[in-house]
């Protein structure tokens, strides 16, 4: 049923598109909340544009890799984001569009929605911030509260989000390759450790945090060691 971690639900412009098993799990622990968005009824909705949100964002990535030249093969969707297999030049301007095209879609579609967000008198708000404390219901509300998150937490630099391969299509522009490694190891340390501290501050906190900021250390200690392998083999 699982291969590659996700499963294979279609293909679109030849990029074959899977769901990972996060994603579903991300779903269950939705529905034992309801009452966060307001009812049964209303968490469908919200991962229904989740799933919808994620998957543009990915195919932002994937638009922006073809666009400079290269391809893309397929994409795994999780609950934050997600994974674009894509084939890139080796130049950093190359690797900072493909990477901002996932955020950009994300932040057209709020941006697009925010005024029939506040013409109706709905709040603008955020999940991943828990702002506003009361459910947000609207489905307009909903999508723009899920698009708002998307581009907030994916800017975060660090790895494997989309805002850590950022900073390092920047500073490799300006600095090299080698720096721009070693800052995002730095950076992608400190973001890991902020996520862990906010989660062990009082409140109610998803256990996703927790999971992201290991996550986050793990791949900043891989790309570590792989730098430094690579130095010493120079």
């Known amino acids: ?7 294979r639900i279609g293909q679109v412009a030849g990029i074959s598109v ?15 909340s309801a009452d966060r968005f307001g009812g049964v009824g209303q968490v469908t909705i919200y991962l229904g544009l ?8 990915e ?37 900072l569009a493909v990477a901002s095209g996932g955020p950009l879609v994300n932040l057209v579609l709020w941006l697009a929605l925010l005024p029939f967000v506040v013409s109706q008198g709905s709040p603008v708000g955020s999940f991943f911030l828990r702002w506003p404390a ?25 790895l494997p989000l989309d805002g850590g391969r950022i ?10 390759e080698g720096v721009a490694t070693q800052k995002l190891v730095i950076s992608g340390k400190i973001v890991a450790l902020v996520l862990a501290v906010v989660w062990f501050l009082p409140g109610e906190r998803s256990g996703l945090l927790l ?3 290991l996550l986050m250390w793990i791949q900043s200690q891989q790309l570590q060691q792989l730098s430094g392998d690579s130095g010493a083999a120079e």
């Open 18 to 32: 899977r769901l990972h098993w996060i994603f579903l799990v991300w779903a269950l622990f939705e529905f034992f």
């Open 211 to 213: 999971a992201m900021a």
């Open 167 to 176: 900073l390092h299509s920047i500073l490799w522009q300006r600095r090299g």
């Open 59 to 95: 195919m932002g990535h994937c638009r922006a890799a073809r666009q400079v030249g290269g391809n893309a093969h397929e994409v795994t969707l999780w609950p934050l984001g997600g994974l674009a297999s894509v084939d890139i030049p080796s130049r950093p301007l190359s690797h």
């Open 134 to 158: 009361e459910p947000i219901t609207d489905p307009i509300a909903i999508a723009a509260a899920v698009n708002l998150d998307l581009l907030l937490f994916n800017l975060l630099p660090a």
């Open 50 to 57: 989740l799933f919808g949100s994620v998957f543009l964002h």
């Open 1 to 7: 049923m699982f291969d590659r971690g996700g499963i």
